[in-house]
T-cell receptor, first 114, second 111 residues
Framework: DTAVSQTPKYLVTQMGNDKSIKCEQN?????MYWYKQDSKKFLKIMFS???????INETVPNRFSPKSPDKAHLNLHINSLELGDSAVYFC?????????????FGPGTRLTVT | QKEVEQNSGPLSVPEGAIASLNCTYS??????FFWYRQYSGKSPELIMS????GDKEDGRFTAQLNKASQYVSLLIRDSQPSDSATYLC???????????FGSGTKLNVKP
C-alpha cells in the first residue's frame, strides 16, 4: 500500500511552460507539505496545508500555486517554468493532532526545465 | 546562520563500527527533532524522532538530544554497508508546522 504518492515521477519540460504535480496520501493525515530539494540536496519547505487550509507559505515565487481539494490531496501548479525551477519536489504529510509532527515523504518528482 | 547545521561529510566508518552523526540548531524554542535517511535518488525516510532531553534507542539507532546545547546526534551501532546514505537532521520550531532540514551528512560504511 502506497502511503504518500506523487505523479508524475519525472517531468521534463521547456522554459515558459506550465506544469502540475499531484500528491495523495492514504495515511489519514491532516497536514501536507511541499518541499524542494536542489542539486546540493538541501531540502526546503515551500508550503504547508492543514485540513485544506494554507498555513505555511514560504518565500516562493507566486508562479507556484498549491491547491488542496481535500486533506488527502495536495497539488502544485507551476506557471512560466524557469531553469532554476529544476529540482526534486517532495510531498510529505503528518498528523498535527498527535503533537508529534512526524513527516512521511512521497517518492518525489524530478523536474527538469530545459 | 542556518537554522540547522550538519557536517556534510563524507563520514567513513568500517563495517561493525559505531557511526556518530551530529546536528546543531539555532532556534532555542524548537520542540521536535528528527533523523531521516535518504538513499541516492530516493525520498527521505524517517528513522528516529526525539522530543525530550536524553537518549532514545530503537534497534541499532540511538538519538541523543541536549536542548541546553542545542545539539542532536544519531548513533548507529554495528554499522552495515546498507546504512550508507545521507542522514538529514530536521527540527520543528515553535511554529509547529515549520520544519527546517540540515543539508545532510553522507555516511559511507566500508565492508
Amino acid at each position: 500500500d502506497t502511503a504518500v504518492s506523487q505523479t508524475p515521477k519525472y517531468l521534463v519540460t521547456q522554459m515558459g511552460n506550465d506544469k502540475s504535480i499531484k500528491c495523495e496520501q492514504n495515511l489519514g493525515h491532516d497536514t501536507m507539505y511541499w518541499y524542494k530539494q536542489d542539486s546540493k540536496k538541501f531540502l526546503k519547505i515551500m508550503f504547508s496545508y492543514n485540513n485544506k487550509e494554507l498555513i505555511i507559505n514560504e518565500t516562493v515565487p507566486n508562479r507556484f500555486s498549491p491547491k488542496s481539494p481535500d486533506k488527502a490531496h495536495l497539488n502544485l501548479h507551476i506557471n512560466s517554468l524557469e531553469l532554476g525551477d529544476s529540482a526534486v519536489y517532495f510531498c510529505a504529510s503528518s498528523r498535527r493532532d498527535l503533537n508529534t509532527y512526524e513527516q512521511y515523504f512521497g517518492p518525489g518528482t524530478r523536474l527538469t526545465v530545459t | 546562520q542556518k537554522e540547522v547545521e550538519q557536517n556534510s561529510g563524507p563520514l567513513s566508518v568500517p563495517e561493525g563500527a559505531i557511526a556518530s552523526l551530529n546536528c546543531t540548531y539555532s532556534d532555542r524554542g524548537s520542540q521536535s527533532f528528527f533523523w531521516y535517511r535518504q538513499y541516492s535518488g530516493k525520498s527521505p525516510e524517517l528513522i528516529m524522532s526525539i522530543y525530550s532531553n536524553g537518549d532514545k534507542e530503537d534497534g541499532r539507532f540511538t538519538a541523543q538530544l541536549n536542548k541546553a546545547s542545542q545539539y542532536v546526534s544519531l548513533l548507529i551501532r554495528d554499522s552495515q554497508p546498507s546504512d550508507s546514505a545521507t542522514y538529514l537532521c530536521a527540527v520543528n520550531t515553535n511554529n509547529f508546522n515549520k520544519f527546517y532540514f540540515g543539508s545532510g551528512t553522507k555516511l559511507n560504511v566500508k565492508p
